[in-house]
T-cell receptor, first 115, second 114 residues
Framework: GQQLNQSPQSMFIQEGEDVSMNCTSSSIFNTWLWYKQDPGEGPVLLIALYKAGELTSNGRLTAQFGITRKDSFLNISASIPSDVGIYFCAGYANAGGTSYGKLTFGQGTILTVHP | DTEVTQTPKHLVMGMTNKKSLKCEQHMGHRAMYWYKQKAKKPPELMFVYSYEKLSINESVPSRFSPECPNSSLLNLHLHALQPEDSALYLC?????????????FGPGTRLTVT
């Protein structure tokens, strides 16, 4: 089946630093989503990307849909303590048939921000 | 409004109990999902409903029984669960199954099976 390789698995940074994480796949995806999950809560959608090469920002967050359609990255600028959490990438392949409705998730990046 | 609500927030049940998880959305979405999530792992898809019909069952054991009474509500009926079923159960919704681009998740129900 399809897999997303998300890296790094965890990051420990100082407040104010920039953060970068990415997801790669051997398969093509038509949509990339980035979620953040706080402990004990559900994932919250941060950014959605629909076109290869697309670069989208949401406040201090910037994400890009790779040209090859097999990767995506998320950058967080000037990190703050509330950025702590687990960040998941997710892709939708739109391959038809039994793939409809199924998102493929990366394994997550655990972000810790030291004040 | 991109809110999906879930009740209860926490649930503790014995292996012989029958309980239900509830999910509600008022975004007019026509696709709804149940996921199971273990600690620090990504969500695992269990079921997908599209236009109130079960579209995907990811080979989930029959002790989990989903129900979609109407386009806004999704239930997950639980019976004779095992301790390994303890997890965070997430509900999500999206516009429709063919436009699953943006799935919105609820806060989850933390289930403990004793």
């Amino acid at each position: 089946g399809q897999q997303l390789n998300q890296s790094p698995q965890s990051m420990f940074i100082q407040e104010g630093e920039d953060v970068s994480m990415n997801c790669t796949s051997s398969s093509i995806f038509n949509t990339w989503l980035w979620y953040k999950q706080d402990p004990g809560e559900g994932p919250v959608l941060l950014i959605a990307l629909y076109k290869a090469g697309e670069l989208t920002s949401n406040g201090r967050l910037t994400a890009q849909f790779g040209i090859t359609r097999k990767d995506s990255f998320l950058n967080i600028s000037a990190s703050i303590p509330s950025d702590v959490g687990i960040y998941f990438c997710a892709g939708y392949a739109n391959a038809g048939g039994t793939s409809y409705g199924k998102l493929t998730f990366g394994q997550g990046t655990i972000l810790t921000v030291h004040p | 409004d991109t809110e999906v609500t879930q009740t209860p927030k926490h649930l503790v049940m014995g292996m012989t109990n029958k309980k239900s998880l509830k999910c509600e959305q008022h975004m007019g979405h026509r696709a709804m999902y149940w996921y199971k999530q273990k600690a620090k792992k990504p969500p695992e898809l269990m079921f997908v409903y599209s236009y109130e019909k079960l579209s995907i069952n990811e080979s989930v054991p029959s002790r989990f029984s989903p129900e979609c009474p109407n386009s806004s509500l999704l239930n997950l009926h639980l019976h004779a669960l095992q301790p390994e079923d303890s997890a965070l159960y997430l509900c999500a919704s999206s516009q429709e199954i063919l436009r699953v681009y943006e799935q919105y998740f609820g806060p989850g129900t933390r289930l403990t099976v004793t």
